[in-house]
């Protein structure tokens, strides 16, 4: 599986062509199931139908929206394995630390809840860009924290804006793509979930180690207004 994600980055569809069958139709298992995996959605490497081949300005909104999912479930994720340099660092107990770390989901789940009543009057890509920037001014306060009590702030004002993100991305992707290519679009946004988990994790607490707890926030600032440009536009 990791050899065919590889390969559709090459664009080397033809490779499994040769090697296993004439055509993706005749072929084994292994070369249907590579063609139905999500990343087909954004390389443009599966079997389907004209019409329901994603055009080059749906990739490229594909790529922007599970690039902020990435950087959002990344912020929220890296929270918890910092315990170790963060309780030291501010001389708190796991007990405050749990307070802090529960501090984003609480905000998000209530700022999510207020928001449903109100964020339909707005357009969708000012209210993702208005929660985004404030989504990565909240990271970067976290970033720059002094003490327990500013992080605790920090990360409530970063809940506060991120609660909005997850519900705008999938809005956008239900009114910008039609129903035959919605199943694969969602599919490429939630691959950002486990990017997260399987790359952003590890190299944010690799970051800690080298420098500080303080690098793996502005890693995620930083890289997220690479992205605000592109929202704009």
Not at 18 to 47: M, R
Not at 125 to 148: E, N, Q, R, S
Not at 207 to 224: C, E, K
């Amino acid at each position: 599986i990791m050899l065919a994600f590889y390969l559709s980055l090459l664009n080397k569809e033809s490779f499994f062509k040769s090697f296993y069958a004439t055509n993706a139709d005749s072929g084994p298992k292994l070369i249907k199931l590579f063609y139905e995996l999500p990343w087909c959605s954004l390389f443009h490497c599966g079997q389907f139908p004209p019409s329901l081949h994603m055009t080059w300005k749906e990739r490229i909104l594909l790529f922007l929206l599970a690039a902020i999912n990435f950087t959002n479930i990344l912020d929220f994720m890296i929270m918890m394995p910092l315990g170790n340099f963060l309780m030291p660092h501010f001389s708190i107990s796991p007990q405050y630390f749990s307070i802090i770390v529960a501090a984003y989901p609480i905000a998000a789940f209530f700022s999510s809840i207020v928001a449903a009543f109100y964020v339909d009057r707005y357009d969708r890509k000012k209210v993702l860009l208005f929660a985004y920037i404030g989504f990565l001014v909240g990271t970067l306060c976290c970033g720059i924290a002094p003490d327990a009590f500013f992080l605790m702030m920090a990360r409530i004002f970063t809940g506060i804006f991120g609660g909005l993100i997850g519900a705008q991305i999938l809005s956008i992707i239900a009114d910008v793509f039609p129903y035959e290519k919605r199943g694969r679009a969602m599919s490429s946004i939630f691959m950002a979930f486990a990017a997260a988990s399987v790359f952003g994790v590890p190299f944010s607490l690799y970051l800690a180690g080298i420098f500080s707890w303080h690098a793996p926030f502005i890693f995620i600032g930083v890289l997220g207004w690479i992205f605000v440009p592109m929202i704009i536009r």
